[in-house]
């Protein structure tokens, strides 16, 4: 690289750096920008193969640090090469989703080894995949709070048995129903019509679905469950280290296999109004359909 190219790789680099600190950051030179120079060619040499923008490392960085640390000295304490594939991962790239998916796999299968849990190894990664990237409950997801400074196997490792431990504590208290139809109609339009029959059958309604979830294999189930819970189809795909197409299909037909089941107990066991029936029907497929849609969409490149 001649001196006047590298001057302005240089330029490029300390203006990234102040955008992602904000108008008020300090101009990056010397040595802490020659230390973040280093850093970025060090992720992206890790993991040439999610082709990182420089933008994409130095936004994660810019949000890792504050504004009093020592660069050179902060940045010689990170794991480049994990760095790399959690803001692949934050990008929405589809390789490092599935290399995450992978060491979401090995965590919960060393989490769940040495205990009576061994046979729920793949529920538990499909329970940390949504906690690190989409979040459980009222908590956001986790990926973002990984600081890069210890390796982040044992990061996800840490999570697969604090959830395999609530897991065990929940099948002892008699286990946590299915709640994956919740989630797949949480997103649904809002119709004065749908939202009278949905508050007069939620009881009814939520017994069949769950009835209907039950019924399914559990790997289509699991991959539904992820799906409604906003889990790209790349890493449910990775869960069961299968291509993108056929997890795809396995949503399908799980949606499909729901709706029969649905219709079927609708009217028969519960006896509600077939117009009413078909109303619900068309709600529930419409989540379905809008879940799996969002699944495929948010699978990065």
């Known amino acids: 690289m001649t001196g006047a190219s590298q001057r302005g790789s240089e330029e490029i680099t300390a203006h990234e750096w102040r955008l992602a600190r904000g108008a008020g950051a300090e101009p990056l030179a010397g040595d802490s920008l020659r230390a973040l120079i280093a850093f970025l060619a060090q992720a992206r040499a890790a993991r040439p193969v999610l082709g990182l923008s420089e933008k994409e490392v130095v936004a994660w960085l810019a949000g890792q640090l504050s504004s009093d640390t020592e660069l050179p000295r902060a940045l010689s304490s990170l794991l480049a090469a994990d760095v790399a594939v959690v803001c692949g991962c934050l990008a929405g790239r589809a390789r490092a989703l599935d290399e995450l998916a992978g060491r979401v796999r090995k965590a919960a299968a060393d989490a769940t080894q040495r205990t009576d849990l ?10 940390v995949l949504v906690k690190v990237l989409r979040g459980s409950g009222e908590a956001g997801p986790l990926l973002p709070r990984y600081t890069g400074r210890g390796s982040l196997d044992g990061w996800l490792r840490a999570i697969a048995v604090r959830t395999a431990l609530r897991s065990k504590a929940q099948v002892e208290r008699g286990g946590a129903r299915e709640t994956a139809w919740l989630a797949l109609l949480s997103g649904a339009p809002s119709n004065p019509e749908l939202e009278a029959l949905q508050a007069r059958y939620r009881d009814a309604f939520a017994e069949v679905c769950h009835r209907a979830l039950a019924a399914l294999p559990s790997r289509e189930r699991s991959a539904l469950r992820l799906a409604a819970r906003g889990v790209p189809v790349t890493a449910i795909a990775s869960c069961y280290q299968v291509h993108r197409a056929t997890a795809t299909r396995w949503l399908l037909q799980a949606k499909q296999q729901v709706l029969e089941g649905v219709r079927r107990t609708l009217g028969a ?21 809008l879940s799996i849609a969002k699944s495929s969409e948010s699978a990065g490149g």
């Open 118 to 127: 061994k046979a729920m190894a793949d529920d538990l990664a499909q329970e």
């Open 269 to 289: 066991q519960l006896g509600i109004d077939l117009s009413e029936a078909e109303s619900l029907i068309r709600l529930l497929r419409s989540q379905l359909e």
